[in-house]
């Protein structure tokens, strides 16, 4: 099972992930998971838990669409 501050990432990047989305919805499986399984909280531990290509699409298009209308492309190409 994560250690507390690792589940603690996961419960963060669940939640930017619906601001991130636009709307109210969860996964079956992965990060946006309603409630997570004890397999979730292990491979969270081995930090292989990921979102699903449909979240992470949900996530590029909302993105897309704020890069479009407020010309943040900068910010999402940026190498840090």
Not at 7 to 19: F, M, N, Q, T
């Amino acid at each position: 099972m994560g250690s507390e501050a690792t589940i603690l990432g996961y419960v963060l990047a669940h939640e930017i992930a619906h601001v991130l989305q636009g709307i109210a919805r969860h996964s079956a499986t992965g990060i946006m998971r309603a409630r997570w399984t004890d397999n979730d909280l292990r491979q969270m531990g081995i930090r292989v838990l990921a979102f699903t290509p449909e979240d992470v699409q949900l996530i590029r298009r909302l993105l897309a669409h704020r890069d479009a209308s407020a010309g943040c492309s900068e910010l999402l190409s940026a190498k840090l």
